[in-house]
Every structure is written in C-alpha cells, then in structure tokens.
Nanobody
Framework: QVQLVESGGGLVQPGGSLRLSCAASGSIFSINGMGWYRQAPGKQREMVAT???????KFADSAKGRFTISTDSAKNTMYLQMNSLKPEDTAVYYCNADDYYTDFWGQGTQVTVSS
C-alpha cells in the first residue's frame, strides 16, 4: 500500500504561482510512476502531469510551458510547480501513484484561481 498526502493548494490571483506537494509513504519501493490529476466542478478528472520512475515526464497540453513536475527521492515527495495560473486551472488537484497493479490516490487539494 502507498499513502499519499497533498498540500500547497489555495487561492491565487490569475498570473500567480503555486507549488503543490505530495508526500508518499508506505510501499514506496513498489511505485512505478506518479502524477498529478485535477477535477473541476462538473467535469471529469483529467491528467495534468506525470513522471515515471526513470524521470520521463508528460504534460497535458493545458499545462505545457506553465507547469513543472519533479520529485525529491530523499523526501519521498513529488511536486507540481504551477506558474501563470489561469481561472480555468481552478480544480481539486489529486496526487496519484501506481505500482503496475493498483492506482493510489491522495485526498486532493483545492486550487482556486480568482481575482
């Protein structure tokens, strides 16, 4: 089992920045890849960015050029640096990890972009 705890969400003005963190614990050695997903009200959950064990990254088109995903293995933590935030980035952001067989999810952290 893998436990994930997100932090760093909040209210930010358009054009601002936020850094989300996802602390992992439990069977960390089994993790194949991790990622950030988001779900806005009335919409389906969508992928924002993923990072593999080897460090390969993927980004949604909406995130390219604005968001960066990274990990700190010493802290067992994954980050999502979000710059140039837009109102359409408003959503609950979820941390995800998979071990080939199971998807693990955090509880989510709210990001609101509004003036």
């Amino acid at each position: 089992q893998v436990q994930l705890v997100e932090s760093g969400g909040g209210l930010v003005q358009p054009g601002g920045s936020l850094r989300l963190s996802c602390a992992a614990s439990g069977s960390i050695f089994s993790i194949n890849g991790m990622g950030w997903y988001r779900q806005a009200p009335g919409k389906q959950r969508e992928m924002v960015a993923t990072i593999s064990r080897s460090g390969s990254t993927k980004f949604a088109d909406s995130a390219k050029g604005r968001f960066t995903i990274s990990t700190d293995s010493a802290k067992n933590t994954m980050y999502l640096q979000m710059n140039s935030l837009k109102p359409e980035d408003t959503a609950v952001y979820y941390c995800n990890a998979d071990d080939y067989y199971t998807d693990f999810w955090g509880q989510g952290t709210q990001v609101t972009v509004s003036s």
